[in-house]
């Protein structure tokens, strides 16, 4: 079931509740790419919903000269339950021309990534009272939130691990808020970098994170393991509640989550979800940046070779729906490749990995240096 939120309201405890419900008709982008069908909502909501539910969705098909053309769909369904059509894989366009040459500059050797380590590592907030950035990551259930963070640790333990529990069914695997200091080198000091992970926004199965909650993560008020439910949002009378957060326990930077292989079956209603959550969280100062996963699974050159990720027209063409859904910039957003089934690592993925991560910490840092009272000089 499938709602869009037109209001929204403040309690006396400041919890969100939304208010009158109306069906959503913006679509993604300049074109259509999906139907949704709307549904009737009950008027027994509570007001701790989840942020969204799974319509059932139907793709449109666009005939002609198109990258992803009718007879190459065989991922879609015209109907069925929201989970089945969302776990759709992706269909491989049938011709896929390659860009002649990288739409963003990258440089794929072991120099670079030696350099990107050194710079991840040795990162330290510019805060005398915060010794490590904190960067919340929000998406949807099995975007790869958790398979990200495993990845960045495996760069630099040197091997694939699995750090971060991660899920392989629809209804993810994070339930609690949990966080990840990112190690250095064997041998070396923990990084300046610490990554957030929460419950998956909800897709009707599983009742993910209301808005009142998210906030209450990124204000720094919910301490780590904290189990979300949608029956005890999060108040001053929860376990362990910090009810005057300093600055090193708010998030500095919100990461944006979304895989590249479901963008083109994310129902509409997605787009006012990151639109109410991007307005609420901008309000607290707090700067948001995108990571577009799997994207090996939308392009088979770069499934083979990370190095032509910036070569590929439909990973491009990707980045630009992520836009939209999420109304930002794709200069905000960077693709990324997880370790997933992989044992060893591979040098043109970590390459793209510390880069997502680079990128990052340039805006947690924007952060700091609006948030820090300027030194008075003596």
């Known amino acids: 079931m499938f709602t869009a939120f037109s209001g929204m309201q403040k309690d006396k405890k400041t919890r969100y509740t939304f208010g009158s419900q109306t069906a959503l008709t913006t679509a993604v982008g300049d074109k259509a790419d ?17 942020l969204f539910s799974l319509p059932v969705v139907r793709p449109k098909v666009d005939q002609g000269d198109t990258e992803i053309s009718a007879s190459a769909q ?31 500059e990258v440089e794929w050797t072991e120099e670079k990534k030696t350099s990107l380590m050194k710079t991840v590592s040795s990162y330290r907030p510019n805060c005398e009272e915060v010794t490590q950035a904190r960067v919340l990551l929000l998406g949807p259930i099995s975007s790869g939130k958790s398979s990200f963070i495993s990845s960045v640790q495996s760069v630099f333990s ?14 993810g695997f994070t339930k609690k808020l949990q966080s990840f200091n990112i190690r250095g080198q064997k041998g070396e000091d923990p990084t300046g970098l610490v990554l957030c992970d929460i419950m998956g926004l909800g897709d009707g199965d599983w009742t993910g994170p209301n808005l009142h909650d998210i906030l209450s993560v990124i204000k720094g008020h919910v301490p780590v393991g904290h189990k ?18 300093s600055l090193k326990d708010k998030i500095h930077c919100v990461a944006f ?7 083109l079956n994310y129902p509409k209603g997605l787009t006012t979800t990151f639109q109410q959550l991007r ?5 607290l100062g707090v700067h948001q940046v995108a990571l577009l996963t799997h994207i090996d699974k ?8 990370t190095s032509k990720v910036y070569k590929s027209r439909t990973v491009q063409d990707m ?19 997880n370790y997933s089934s992989e044992l060893d690592l591979d040098m043109n993925t970590d390459v793209l990995l510390l880069s997502a991560v680079d990128h990052i910490l340039q805006y947690a840092d924007l952060y700091f240096q609006d948030n820090t009272p300027p030194k008075i000089m003596l």
């Open 158 to 171: 040197g091997r694939v691990t699995n750090r971060a529990m991660v899920g392989s069914s629809s209804t």
């Open 279 to 283: 307005e609420h969280i901008s309000d």
């Open 34 to 50: 999906l139907n949704i069908v709307p549904v009737t909502v009950s008027s027994a909501e509570t007001t701790n919903k989840p």
């Open 74 to 104: 065989p991922g879609f369904a015209t109907g069925g339950s929201s989970t089945e059509t969302w776990n759709k894989p992706f269909p491989f366009s049938a011709i896929q021309p390659k860009l002649e040459s990288q739409w963003r």
């Open 228 to 245: 979300f439910s949608p029956d005890q949002p999060v108040s001053s009378d929860t376990m362990g509640y910090v009810k005057r957060p």
């Open 257 to 263: 989550v979304v895989d590249a292989s479901k963008i």
């Open 298 to 305: 939308v392009s088979p050159e770069t499934a083979k070779d």
């Open 319 to 337: 980045m630009s729906k992520a836009g939209a859904l999420l109304g930002m910039s794709t200069s905000y957003i960077v693709p990324v490749k």
